[in-house]
């Protein structure tokens, strides 16, 4: 008789698998899961994406079960079925659609321990807050991606704390270190140009339009600097718009999405991140391991991050001007910047590679296992 122990079954569903930060944390976390002890099969909602490829080249199960609208209430029993075809012994689910429709779907298939990724402070929707609320009790932990999360949650999502724990984002360092400086030439940009970047849904979440109007100030002062938009979202033809009305709109320009991520940052000057609320952004943290100062918004997560002055510049929400400011001192002192920059690439490689990050599920798994045995 063999004394072998299989691999214990568990399930990540999430909503989609379009490369946003919430779906490249799940797919970073489940490629670095322990395979002689875990096997997982990963759960999308909605359609594929590019990260499925990835998934599929680290020979990881996926089940795309091709919803119309992550709220059309036939895919809980779809996902039901399918779960207990797999028998996973534990879900971790991802993003408000999938913490719902999962949650109902384990009972369903009686899947016995759930754990939910709470990834952004909702801001927007109070119902989301009210169905996460209504539906915690088939929950055994909230994982939420920062500190301000995590309170934001307990306080005004009502959710019970002792069920509320912080696991942040992580980043592969490496990746973004060693990155070659892509070219960006065929979007417009010249050789050697200064460029500030924006990467991001172009939603209202991200403020965008903030950024813009931060640009159209700061491009009357500062000639060689350009502004690129990486990404895709409903404020795009607007922002394309109102970019062609400025006096500096051959310096400002939209790529769409573009997954050379790490290559981007490396051809850049400055990140800028506009955001009204987040949950803790990996594109912060991208920033940050490729050695790009950072101007954000002081919103959820980045202060947990950044320490204004130390290791990028934090300025408040929706203020164009204050963004245009920090965009002159850039342009006055790049060798403070360059000097945050370095920082914040020692803060991120001793605390938030994807490694420890995916160790910390690993051991959340375990105890949630272990308390119910």
């Known amino acids: 008789m063999s004394d072998e122990v299989s691999p214990t079954p568990i399930a990540f569903c999430i909503t989609g698998l379009q490369p946003g930060g919430a779906e490249r944390a799940l797919v970073q976390i489940v490629k670095r899961l322990n395979r002689e002890k875990w096997a997982p099969v990963v759960y999308s909602l909605t359609g594929t994406g590019p990260l499925v490829d990835e998934l599929q080249l680290a020979e990881i199960p996926t089940e795309i079960l091709h919803a119309h609208s992550p709220r059309d209430a036939r895919i809980i029993w779809r996902l039901a079925r399918k779960f207990k075809a797999q028998k996973p012994v534990l879900l971790q689910t991802f993003l408000f659609h999938a913490n719902l429709a ?134 795009k033809s607007e922002l394309e718009q109102q970019a062609q009305k400025l006096p500096c709109a051959s310096r400002i320009h939209f790529t769409g999405w573009l997954p050379q991520i790490p290559q981007l940052m490396k051809a850049a000057s400055c990140l800028v991140l506009p955001s009204l609320w987040e949950g803790m952004p990996n594109v912060v943290l991208e920033a940050m391991a490729s050695g790009l100062p950072v101007i954000s918004t002081d919103v959820d997560g980045v202060s947990e991050l950044i320490e204004n002055g130390r290791q990028g510049v934090l300025v408040a929400q929706g203020s164009p001007a204050e963004i245009q400011q920090a965009l002159l001192d850039l342009s006055n002192q790049p060798s403070v910047f360059h000097e945050m920059a370095k920082n914040a690439q020692i803060t991120v490689k001793k605390e938030f590679t994807w490694d420890s990050i995916a160790q910390k599920y690993d051991q959340i798994y375990e105890k949630v296992l272990q308390q119910h045995r």
């Open 102 to 235: 999962g949650r109902i779907a384990a009972r369903l298939s009686g899947i016995r321990h759930v754990v939910s990724g709470i990834r952004v402070s909702e801001k927007r929707k109070n119902s989301h807050l009210s169905l996460d609320r209504w539906t915690n009790g088939l929950v055994d932990l909230n994982v939420c991606v920062s500190q301000s999360v995590a309170q934001f949650s307990i306080q005004q999502g009502k959710l019970a704390e002792s069920k509320v724990m912080v696991i942040p984002n992580g980043v592969d360092f490496e990746l973004f270190n060693t990155a070659e400086a892509m070219d960006l030439r065929p979007w417009g940009i010249p050789s050697g140009a200064k460029v500030i970047l924006f990467v991001g849904r172009l939603d209202p979440q991200k403020a965008p339009c903030d950024l813009l109007t931060a640009f159209s100030g700061f491009a009357e002062q500062a000639s060689d600097f350009h502004l690129l938009f990486v990404g895709e979202g409903p404020l």
